[in-house]
């Protein structure tokens, strides 16, 4: 659990670099450009310190963030306190039938979360996306590239193959910093036969 531990030191310390407090732009154009996805339940995964769900719910989304980090779920519940239609759970993104988050969701979101997710424990990520969304519903997930030294990140093929045949690729936006990463659009499919 050497990721749980770099992110605990990393919010503790105030070095954590990923939770700019900005929306990406990315997410401000899925939301809100000329394709805009109509407003409704969104799951932030590894919301950090509560950024986007803040975002999400002030974009009409009634909005659920999981957190493993005790000191960013601390301060996303401080963020969304006062903002209607938010809740977070403090969890773990690989257990989500342990994290009281009830119903389905039509939107999941994840900025850097599951590519730092161990690949024995990504199946069950991939799961419990799939059992938390409605036919239709978006999975909107930024990853590193995966390569050189390190079992982070991720690869097209991965998100395309990890998971199927629940959720479809709808398109990949590349990014610049760092090289290779990607954001990942995928669309749930009807529920297999």
């Known amino acids: 659990m050497l990721w749980r531990l770099t992110y605990a030191i990393a919010y503790r310390t105030g070095r954590a670099p990923w939770d700019t407090g900005v929306t990406p732009p990315e997410?401000?154009?899925?939301i809100e450009g000329p394709t805009a996805l109509a407003p409704g339940r969104a799951l932030d995964l590894g919301c950090g310190t509560g950024t986007n769900v803040r975002y999400l719910a002030q974009h009409g989304w009634?909005?659920?963030?999981v957190e493993a980090d005790a000191r960013a779920y601390?301060?996303?519940?401080?963020?969304?306190?006062?903002?209607?239609?938010?809740?977070?759970?403090l969890g773990d993104v690989t257990r989500l039938d342990r994290v009281p988050v009830e119903g389905v969701f039509d939107l999941v979101l994840d900025i850097g979360c599951y590519h730092s997710i161990p690949h024995r424990h990504r199946d069950a990520y991939a799961v419990g996306v799939a059992s938390r969304t409605i036919e239709g519903?978006?999975?909107?997930?930024?990853?590193?590239?995966?390569g050189g030294w390190t079992r982070l990140g991720v690869t097209p093929r991965e998100m395309r193959e990890r998971f199927a045949p629940w959720f479809e690729p709808v398109g990949r936006i590349m990014g610049t910093q760092p090289t290779g990463?990607?954001?990942?659009?995928?669309?749930?499919?009807?529920a297999p036969v």
Do not use: C, P
């Not at 009634?62 to 963030?65: D, N, S």
């Not at 963020?79 to 809740?87: C, D, F, I, L, N």
């Open 62 to 65: 009634e909005v659920v963030g």
């Open 74 to 89: 601390d301060a996303a519940r401080d963020r969304v306190a006062e903002v209607e239609g938010t809740s977070v759970f």
């Open 27 to 30: 997410v401000v154009d899925l």
């Open 181 to 190: 990463a990607a954001w990942y659009l995928l669309r749930r499919a009807a």
């Open 137 to 146: 519903a978006s999975l909107f997930v930024w990853a590193f590239a995966r």
